[in-house]
């Protein structure tokens, strides 16, 4: 099991970049969106992770972001934009769900109630974060619209943390197993 937990976030960071890949493939031509970033694989890579790696891993998450993004033929403002807002989106999520709670340790599993409000006011203010930067994005790059850019990823990304942070009730902060 010890061996697992040293391997869980690199299996998490090949998911990433393989959904990353994927997310830019499924974007429409015209399109300035790409589909479901990942975001919630790099919010869980985060929770599973020692705190010490998270530097490098939100470095990692961040040049993913830019390298799926600049795949996609945008410029390289929008996927600095798009990025950097990954980056925030990941941090703030992770940064919720590892706050300890009065009377529970840090990163107790989906149990409760309480646990519940966490997961969702996680799951929704990192997204939030992705409306506000990618609308700033739109807007100051003039690549899109920028309202409608804005809404269209931080629903995608929503449905990323959702999908992928529904499973928090296997994972652990400090990358122990229920």
Known sequence: M????????????ATLVVCALASSLSAPDAGFVAG???VGLGTGMLLVSPRRQAPALLAVIFLVAL???AWLAQPLDVALGHAVG???EVSLAAWILARPRRGAPGGASLRTDRDLRQWLVACLASSLVGVVVMAVTAGITDVGRPVLTGVSVGIAHLAGQLAKLGHRHVLQVGGGVD
């Open 86 to 88: 990954v980056v925030l």
């Open 36 to 38: 479901v970033w990942p």
């Open 2 to 13: 010890e061996v697992w937990l040293r391997v869980r976030p690199a299996v998490l960071l």
């Open 67 to 69: 390298g799926s993004v």
